[in-house]
């Protein structure tokens, strides 16, 4: 993400928690040069993302406070492990504790939801994400993908021709919007979804660079990918989940897309630790 944009985000992301006033209880309960050291610790086991993000956001909220971690973005980390080492004024550091936490148990998750799906391929199929993500967050949770070593898809609307079943259905078939797509962004690539064989044969005749075969059953996928071999990419999208992965794999698709990824992740849990015995009123 362009680090001006993130910066933007991340500063919003304060304002929206700070307001005004900024913390008013810490501000009432401790000096104003009393500083802390802290840690972040993993509660429960998964694959970390979004250090680099709680680092500038610290930096934006305030420069006195130094946030080192121990971990980098796509690393494996255990439950109760100290993942980061924070220092600086405790003021800052609790104002900006619950931005952060939320930064990095979101991008966490959705990291750790990635590696058990790319588990489950074993190897066979590549695992993509979709649009489906927070506002906002896009860059965010596709790099939080990558992380838990899937693939991203489009960015947007703009980076590819992705003919829906909506676009086949208002144009008259898949044939008819394939016609219209090919002339209209020379030099993209062009993808089609396809929800039964008669759609498979229409696409490929149309000289799409990637099937999608939408929420097809097993054995539809099957005859889909070997008509289709070695003339296209194939993708499975619709109704992928954890455990009906593997059968997907051993069909012969060359990805599968899985919206699950960044709508339906849980966050990975932390929390930020006050080391109560080395704060202390000043620091020289």
Request: proline letters at 1%; aromatic letters at 2%.
């Amino acid at each position: 993400m362009d680090l001006t944009v993130l910066h933007s985000q991340l500063q919003a992301a304060l304002d929206e928690d700070l307001g005004e006033a900024g913390d008013v209880t810490s501000k009432a309960v401790f000096d104003k040069g009393q500083r802390a050291d802290a840690i972040i610790v993993a509660r429960e086991n998964g694959v970390l993302c979004g250090s680099g993000v709680v680092v500038e956001l610290f930096r934006i909220l305030d420069e006195e406070v130094s946030v080192i971690f121990s971990r980098q973005d796509g690393d494996c980390v255990d439950a109760d492990e100290t993942v980061a080492r924070l220092e600086g004024p405790i003021v800052s550091l609790l104002s900006g504790e619950r931005t952060a936490l939320n930064y990095l148990q979101r991008l966490s998750g959705v990291a750790t939801l990635t590696a058990r799906f790319v588990e489950a391929a074993s190897g066979q199929v590549s695992v993509c994400d979709t649009r489906k993500t927070t506002p906002g967050w896009r860059e965010l949770e596709k790099h939080a993908v990558a992380c838990g070593g899937g693939v991203n898809h489009r960015m947007g609307l703009h980076d590819m021709v992705m003919l829906k079943d909506t676009h086949a259905d208002a144009s008259g078939g898949v044939a008819a919007a394939l016609a219209k797509a090919a002339h209209l962004k020379p030099g993209l690539k062009i993808a089609c979804e396809a929800r039964n064989m008669r759609e498979v044969r229409e696409a490929l005749a149309g000289g799409c660079d990637l099937l999608m075969l939408d929420n097809m059953d097993d054995a539809t996928i099957r005859e889909a990918v070997r008509i289709a071999a070695g003339r296209v990419e194939v993708e499975v999208t619709g109704g992928v989940t954890l455990e009906r992965l593997p059968e997907l794999a051993a069909a012969g698709a060359d990805r599968v897309s899985v919206g699950a990824l960044t709508h339906s992740a849980r966050a990975l849990d932390f929390s930020l630790r006050i080391d109560l015995r080395q704060s202390h009123s000043s620091r020289n």
